[in-house]
Structures are given as structure tokens and as C-alpha cells.
């Protein structure tokens, strides 16, 4: 089983449609949670963290977390065409992993106009 | 602004030819990571560094070697590059490990092997 496994995409979304990205992750230690977005070419970018169960909005963004299930999710709000990068989901794990992110593959995502 | 460099942006090296890849920070962050990652994975932790504490990967080659003068440079050295190294090469830092720090990513560095 892979430790953070991300929903396989890619994920074709209309603009301004929400769009869904979710993420599993098999360490029950680990404590923060972040996405990154990364467009083709370049550099991953942070652009939400989440470390408590529940909700946590920021613009456009809602990141979601259910450590019960080992659940976390992204929800994209009024997708933009300048949205359609790739997600990737990372876990900071715990014991042997502390201090150490480990990244899902990523999920594709397209916004189409 | 502060930020994380890295230096060059593009490099180019012959098979076996020694390179070195340079990262510098601004933001003061006490960890300093480098990743390798190729076409549709996921970025790989090669070493990282708190403080001057190194940390080597068990499966990192090597092939591989990092240095860290001072707080705000960081090199990664590959000393007989192969094919196989062609990669984005990303340095990251955070502030300290651990919750609830995330890691933040310079530009990368893209190197090719001929």
C-alpha cells in the first residue's frame, strides 16, 4: 500500500465548477497535511496546510481533514483555467518519518472554459 | 521579498562529468531540503539539513553529496552524473521540522545528462 495515495485523475472540471481532490495516507502519526500546486515545468508551490480535524477555508480553497479516516481533501471552488496544474498531496509523518514529507503522485487536474 | 534560489536554472552535463547545483535562502529557515524529481513522479527526498545537521536518505546514491557553508547556502554535488540523474532538482526549506511547518520550494534547477 502506498503511503499517500492520491485519486488517480486526471480530473476534467467546467469553469467555475467545484472541483474535489482527495488523498489517503497509511501513517496514523502523522500530524500536518499540506497541498501543493504545481503547474507543468515548474516548482511546487504551498498552497494550503492543515493540521486539526474539520474544515479550513482560504479564498477559493477549502482543505479538509478527517484523521479518523486518514482522509484529507481540497476542494477548488469557482474553478479557474488557471487552476489546471497538478495537486500533490504531502503528509508529515510521524516516528521514523518526522520532520519528513512524504508526497502522494499527484492528481492532474484541467479546467476547461 | 523573501525567497528560496537556486542556481542555474537550466544545466547541461556531459556523462560523468561532476556538477554542482546551488540553493540560497532569504527567509532564515533552519531546514533546508533537496529533491530530485523526474517527469510524472513525485519529488524524492534526497538529504536534508537542520542546522548543520545532515541527514542522508538510506536510499539516496552515492553518487550524490550535499554541503551547508552557512545557513543560507546549500549545495548538492553529483559526482559522475548518469543518464538516469536527468532530473528537476528541487531545495526546499522550512522554519523547523515537524508540524506545523510546511516546506517551501525554489524554482528548481533542471539538469540534463548527455
Known amino acids: 500500500q502506498k503511503e499517500v495515495e492520491q485519486n488517480s485523475g486526471p480530473l476534467s472540471v467546467p469553469e467555475g465548477a467545484i472541483a474535489s481532490l482527495n488523498c489517503t495516507y497509511s501513517d496514523r502519526g502523522s500530524q500536518s497535511f499540506f497541498w501543493y500546486r504545481q503547474y507543468s515545468g515548474k516548482s511546487p508551490e504551498l498552497i494550503m496546510s492543515?493540521?486539526?480535524?474539520g474544515d479550513k477555508e482560504d479564498g477559493r480553497f477549502t482543505a479538509q481533514l478527517n484523521k479518523a479516516s486518514q482522509y484529507v481533501s481540497l476542494l477548488i471552488r469557482d474553478s479557474q483555467p488557471s487552476d489546471s496544474a497538478t495537486y500533490l498531496c504531502?503528509?508529515?509523518?510521524?516516528?521514523?518519518?518526522?520532520?519528513?514529507?512524504?508526497f502522494g503522485q499527484g492528481t492532474i487536474l484541467t479546467v476547461h472554459p | 521579498d523573501a525567497m528560496v534560489i537556486q542556481n542555474p536554472r537550466y544545466q547541461v552535463t556531459q556523462f560523468g562529468k561532476p556538477v554542482t547545483l546551488s540553493c540560497s535562502q532569504t527567509l532564515n529557515h533552519n531546514v533546508m531540503y533537496w529533491y530530485q524529481q523526474k517527469s510524472s513522479q513525485a519529488p524524492k527526498l534526497l538529504f536534508h539539513y537542520y542546522d548543520k545537521d545532515f541527514n542522508n536518505e538510506a536510499d539516496t546514491p552515492d553518487n550524490f553529496q550535499s554541503r551547508r557553508p552557512n545557513t543560507s547556502f546549500c549545495f548538492l554535488d553529483i559526482r559522475s552524473p548518469g543518464l538516469g540523474d536527468a532530473a528537476m532538482y528541487l531545495c526546499?526549506?522550512?522554519?523547523?521540522?515537524?508540524?506545523?511547518?510546511?516546506?517551501?520550494f525554489g524554482p528548481g534547477t533542471r539538469l540534463t545528462v548527455t
Open positions: 492543515i493540521y486539526s480535524n
Open positions: 526546499a526549506t522550512s522554519q523547523k521540522t515537524g508540524a506545523p511547518y510546511g516546506q517551501y
Open positions: 504531502a503528509v508529515n509523518g510521524g516516528g521514523t518519518s518526522y520532520g519528513k514529507l512524504t
